[in-house]
């Protein structure tokens, strides 16, 4: 009676670790799931500013170089001249803008907060 008992705690003790394994390796699959779909995430975002700044002929282009997203355009060296300065201005300030919305949707939120104390 005593070996039944001997037998149905160790049967009951495997039982518990393989579902211990089991958690731990459905666990490890959960995190490597949630990896790639934030590379999927970054994927489609570079798509969707691809899409958007195509639709323009000259305007900005959007590529990848040693693994960075670089935002680049190409100038006419005609805007340099002294007469259309205020039209080199206008494509600065719109790369530029270009350059900061692309910027707020790759960066990741913060999850730090910040306090401040006031004393009086």
């Not at 459905?26 to 195509?54: E, F």
């Not at 719109?94 to 913060?110: G, Q, Y």
């Amino acid at each position: 009676n005593n070996s039944n008992n001997s037998n149905n705690s160790n049967n009951s003790n495997s039982s518990t670790n393989s579902n211990r394994n089991c958690n731990r390796i459905s666990k490890s699959k959960k995190s490597k799931r949630r990896s790639s779909s934030s590379s999927y995430s970054l994927m489609t975002k570079m798509m969707k500013h691809k899409a958007i700044l195509n639709r323009t002929k000259d305007g900005p282009q959007l590529a990848t170089f040693e693994g960075k997203c670089v935002l680049f355009h190409q100038v006419s060296i005609r805007l340099l001249h002294r007469d259309s300065i205020f039209d080199f201005e206008e494509v600065l300030c719109a790369f530029v803008d270009h350059a900061a919305t692309i910027r707020r949707d790759f960066e990741e939120p913060s999850y730090h907060t910040t306090t401040t104390t006031t004393s009086t």
